[in-house]
């Protein structure tokens, strides 16, 4: 089995900054790429930003310049630093890895944590 647990979600007043963690743990036997989705009320999930294993980066328009993606391969975890935020970043952030246990990769999904953006 494989968990994926973030941590960091909270309030956060607009021009202010949070930073997001995910940790996989359980059968892993390697990690490509992991990443960070939001889902906002009413809106379709999108993805924010990814970071492959060999640490390219990809990142959505809207959060270009203000959010960086990063991992640490000890740890299997996964980090997003939110900077500069705004009402419009207000969402449930899911954090996503593809793992291998042994034989294929498969996409697994952390439970999401709240990102709220107001005065």
């Known amino acids: 089995q494989v968990q994926l647990v973030e941590s960091g979600g909270g309030l956060v007043q607009p021009g202010g900054s949070l930073r997001l963690s995910c940790a996989a743990s359980?059968?892993?036997?390697?990690?490509?790429?992991m990443g960070w989705d939001r889902q906002a009320p009413g809106k379709q999930r999108e993805l924010v930003a990814a970071?492959?294993?060999?640490?390219?980066?990809n990142y959505a328009d809207s959060v270009k310049g203000r959010f960086t993606i990063s991992r640490d391969g000890a740890k299997n975890t996964v980090y997003l630093q939110m900077s500069s935020l705004k009402p419009e970043d207000t969402a449930v952030y899911y954090c996503h890895a593809d793992i291998s246990s042994g034989y294929y990769y498969k996409r697994y999904w952390g439970q999401g944590t709240q990102v709220t953006v107001s005065s």
């Open positions: 359980g059968s892993i036997f390697s990690i490509a790429a």
């Open positions: 970071i492959t294993s060999g640490g390219s980066t």
